[in-house]
């Protein structure tokens, strides 16, 4: 017997034109037809199923048509079903570890604004007499303010002693205008740094 038309590849396999046989789909591909694996999925060479291919673990990555996953380097994160690729971490975060799904934020009173930093000391720290309060995962220098109690900012920006007899303590970054005079003290003028003591008149 003879036959007249010709049989289809099951799911997961193909076949070349006027072949006689179904074989299944190469690594790095899949389904029916066979089609490459889209990135952040996989098929290894002899991997039992060839219907569909397998979701990279987190915190790695493929690219298309790939038959394994290889893990987030240094400074880098991702790689979930949402993020099928691996990506640098953003300005004010850093990763020192591979294979993972997220970066970590730079500690308070430093910053960074580079991408895909790999160290904790990659993240740069705001000078003594400034402070990022409590945030973490800065991304710029401006993220540095003074530091209350100790310092005022000036008209220009810069960090000055608090004056005798002044209260800095309002806020991290408090300007001139804001500062209150301690209890037994007083200033003629908002924009006055003079605090003068009550009991000298």
Partial sequence: ASSTKCDTCGIGEKSEE???KC???DAGEAG???TPCTGGRYRATGAISSAVCEICPSGWSSDVGAASCSSCALGKYGASPEMP???DCP???YQDFGKQQICKDCPVDTYSSSLGKSSKADCQVCPD???TGLAEGSTDASACICKKVDYYTDHEQKCVACPEGADCSVHDGVMLPRIVAQNGF???DPNSTKFSDCRQG
């Fill in 18 to 20: 006027g072949s006689a």
């Fill in 23 to 25: 074989t299944k789909c």
């Fill in 32 to 34: 029916t037809p066979c």
């Fill in 85 to 87: 690729s691996c990506e």
């Fill in 91 to 93: 300005a004010g975060k």
């Fill in 129 to 131: 007499e400034k402070t």
């Fill in 186 to 188: 007083w200033r003629p």
